[in-house]
């Protein structure tokens, strides 16, 4: 069965300091995972996704399919990166659906 | 760029109404879904559709139905509101070709 695990509930970080968000999965085909980010009083959007290899924000994440785990890491945090961050796995379905994590709400204090 | 729109940001409900949230997006999308979210809960799929009129149960269907007439409009019905749905109710729509899920601004749901 698929399933996204998102351990840290709340992470706390200072401006400047590494940050990075957990993310495994369960899945026993080949995943597509994904970012979603939600800033306060925004509508929740994609971050980045790995097929994607990109940095966005200055984030980055990478598969780790021994693993099985979908982290994402920023070397120097800013304010602006409070929000709450979901990460999500597309189980292969063709009909589009999304398993999401329950959510790490991260705060980035000055 | 993708348009999703909820008909409401708000709503105030007695337990016992009928309630209806709408969605409307632009992109011709086939895939519709309606999530809540809840604190510490995340995201919790209610009701999926890919198509005009086909819908797939999610996992919290129970006190939902779902009505897609159009395939740009995706309804979600509360048949009798109670207060543990009192939440905020999440639309978002995707194509197969692109698996991105574009979201609505949400509509936050009290019921009293």
């Known amino acids: 069965a698929q399933r996204v695990t998102q351990p840290e509930k709340l992470l706390s970080v200072f401006k400047g300091a590494p940050v990075e968000l957990k993310c495994n999965y369960s899945?026993?085909?080949?995943?597509?995972l994904f970012w979603y980010v939600q800033y306060s009083r925004q509508r929740l959007q994609l971050l980045l996704r790995?097929?994607s290899r990109e940095s966005i924000k200055g984030f980055t994440a990478d598969l780790n399919k021994g693993e099985t785990s979908f982290h994402l890491k920023k070397p120097f945090a800013q304010e602006e990166d409070s929000a709450m961050y979901y990460c999500?796995?597309?189980?292969?379905?063709?009909?589009?659906?999304?398993?999401f994590g329950r959510g790490t709400q991260l705060t980035v204090w000055p | 760029d993708v348009k999703v729109t909820q008909s409401s940001r708000y709503l105030v409900k007695r337990t016992g109404e009928k309630v209806f949230l709408e969605c409307v997006q632009d992109m011709d999308h086939e895939n519709m879904f309606w999530y809540r979210q809840d604190p510490g809960l995340g995201l919790r799929l209610i009701y999926f559709s890919y198509d005009v009129k086909m819908k797939e149960k999610g996992d919290i269907p129970e006190g939902y139905s779902v009505s897609r007439e159009k395939k740009e409009r995706f309804s979600l019905i509360l048949e009798s509101a109670s207060t543990n749905q009192t939440s905020m109710y999440l639309c978002?729509?995707?194509?197969?070709?692109?698996?991105?899920?574009?979201f609505g601004p949400g509509t936050r749901l009290l019921v009293l």
């Open positions: 978002a729509s995707s194509s197969p070709a692109q698996e991105t899920q574009y």
């Open positions: 899945y026993s085909g080949s995943p597509e």
């Open positions: 999500a796995l597309d189980g292969g379905s063709t009909l589009g659906r999304l398993y």
């Open positions: 790995h097929i």
